[in-house]
């Protein structure tokens, strides 16, 4: 089952507009597990680079859903171009994988 599954990193503005993104993501079960993070964030924006601190957001989904969950996350978010990018689980606890899958949405 490894491959289906994927990590998606959200950065928001504040900890609330994370917490109000993870909950529709988990309402609308486009994500089996939300966890946030407080970081501090260092980019270019607009030819000059930037520094905020901001809310991670991890979340577990299934790779069938990312474009529903990038959708839901730009309808939601304040920024313009809101960082959405997934990364692979290429392994791990089989039991784990296996809630995420049925957590989601069919």
């Not at 599954?5 to 994370?18: G, N």
């Not at 959405?84 to 392994?91: S, T």
Request: a negative charge.
């Amino acid at each position: 089952m490894s491959g289906d599954q994927v990590v998606v990193f959200i950065t928001a503005a504040t900890a609330e507009e994370a917490q109000r993104i993870g909950r529709a993501l988990l309402d609308e079960r486009l994500a089996a597990c939300v966890n946030t993070l407080p970081v501090h964030s260092a980019y270019w924006w607009r030819g000059a680079v930037e520094e905020a601190g901001e809310t991670l957001l991890l979340v577990k989904t299934a790779s069938r859903l990312l474009d529903a969950l990038t959708a839901r996350v730009r309808a939601l978010h304040s920024y313009s171009v809101p960082e959405v990018i997934a990364l692979p689980i290429v392994g791990g606890s089989a039991d784990y994988l296996r809630w995420v899958e049925e957590s989601l949405r069919p």
